[in-house]
């Protein structure tokens, strides 16, 4: 896909990604979630999938932390992991590493983290736009709706969602400043349109394995 002339690389990004976007969205496992219609188990499933997922991304920023390009998408304040397990004590107990179940597709969504984000600036940048802007976007309503539903007073098993002391308007306007300002010509560009559908593509993954298991009434 080539860049309009004149459109901001995050406009182009937003516009190219908008199906993809949406059938997560319409995922029926996710509707069921935030609707409240599944059991804490489900929600503890999707929390555990997502850890590797963010342990790959996050080795990956220390790895790029140095780039000249990809650098300057290294936030401290970003960082999900330290939640993530926080989280998953709260959901599963103090063992929860031991409790995880396989999962083939956060395997396959990791992997593919692994594959590209370590070395190629570009996918780096890919895979961290497609986690933390919708982090700070639909994960905050994602965040809010199951707090509601598993009545998860204080932050209790959704840190994840909670970026304490980061102000996410401006951080976001700022973020997509730097997606203008990247140094890429069209060619690179088209390769990380394409790594950002397929990431979102691997995404939703997840969200349909879980949709496919069975969960049985909600608590």
Do not use: C
């Amino acid at each position: 896909m080539t860049q309009p002339p004149g459109d901001p690389f995050s406009t182009v990004l937003r516009q190219a990604s908008i199906q993809d976007h949406a059938d997560a969205e319409a995922n029926g496992y996710m509707s069921d979630l935030m609707g409240g219609n599944l059991p804490i188990s489900a929600y503890a499933a999707l929390t555990a999938r997502l850890h590797p997922v963010y342990t790959a991304l996050e080795e990956a920023a220390e790895e790029m932390r140095d780039h000249p390009v990809a650098g300057g998408f290294v936030f401290p304040e970003l960082s999900r992991r330290p939640a993530l397990e926080a989280d998953l004590a709260e959901l599963l107990g103090p063992d929860w590493a031991g409790r995880i179940e396989e999962s083939p597709a956060a395997r396959a969504y990791s992997s593919r983290i692994r594959e590209v984000a370590f070395t190629w600036a570009g996918g780096f940048v890919a895979h961290h736009y497609v986690r933390y802007m919708g982090d700070l976007s639909g994960g905050q309503v994602i965040g809010r709706s199951v707090e509601r539903a598993y009545d998860l007073k204080d932050g209790r098993a959704t840190s994840f969602y909670r970026f304490t002391g980061l102000k996410v308007k401006p951080f976001k306007d700022a973020y997509r400043l730097l997606i203008d300002e990247l140094p890429f010509d069209g060619e690179e560009k088209a390769r990380v349109i394409d790594e950002v559908k397929l990431a979102y593509r691997l995404n939703t993954a997840i969200f349909d394995e879980l949709d496919a298991l069975e969960w049985g009434e909600a608590a």
